[in-house]
Every structure is written in C-alpha cells, then in structure tokens.
C-alpha cells in the first residue's frame, strides 16, 4: 500500500508522434502545477506513435 496520498489533479496528455515536444511541455506543466500548491499526476499516453 503506497503512503502518498492520491492525487487532487489528473492531467491526461496525448502524445501521438510528439517525442520532440514532449519535454518542454512536461518541464512547463510541472511548473505551473507545481505553482498551484495541489498534489498532480501527469499521465502520458501514446497510441501508436512511430
């Protein structure tokens, strides 16, 4: 049983054949929601890319 407390946000990011924008999109996502003060998770989900 994980001790971190679930998430207050979920942000869903599709990421089909988005490999060089990837990391500058999750550096700024971090940033803001580290900003808001709530706890987040990032979920990334790739469908195919190639």
């Not at 990391?23 to 706890?39: D, K």
């Amino acid at each position: 049983m994980s001790l971190d407390p679930m998430p207050y946000l979920s942000i869903v990011v599709p990421i089909y054949n988005e490999v060089d924008s990837l990391p500058r999109l999750l550096e700024r996502l971090r940033q803001v929601l580290t900003h808001s003060g709530s706890t987040y998770e990032i979920l990334c989900v790739d469908d195919g890319s190639r």
